[in-house]
């Protein structure tokens, strides 16, 4: 099997990685159906999260990480917290700042 590099996302507070066996949690999630009225076929799984087929068997077997966004699709169609396909732990990257509300008036 063709090793991944680590992901490169920032993730919320309190966590620090992704967990290796993401693939495997969100095949296990797509198959039991959790969130959804039962297993997903691979096509239409991947036609709502808005990915390829291919792009979601690489993930599913551990050869790619999902883009931020394609992550946070499959947490809001299973329904789950990110602490099912995250590490706890602290970043060593710092926090971005976020605008002042006097900013953006």
């Given at each position: ?35 959804t009225d039962g297993p997903l076929p691979?096509?239409?799984?991947a036609h709502r999260v808005g990915i ?7 993930i599913e077997h551990d050869r790619a ?41």
């Amino acid at each position: 099997m063709a090793h991944r590099k680590p992901a490169r996302m920032r993730l919320p507070p309190g966590y620090a990685r992704l967990k290796d066996n993401l693939g495997q949690i969100i095949r296990a999630h797509r198959l039991a159906g959790t969130g959804t009225d039962g297993p997903l076929p691979p096509k239409l799984f991947a036609h709502r999260v808005g990915i390829s087929r291919v792009t979601l068997s690489r993930i599913e077997h551990d050869r790619a990480w999902p883009r931020s966004e394609t992550l946070e699709a499959i947490i809001d169609i299973f329904g789950i917290d990110w602490s099912d396909v995250a590490e706890p732990g602290v970043t060593r990257s710092p926090p971005r700042r976020i605008p002042s509300s006097s900013n953006c008036e």
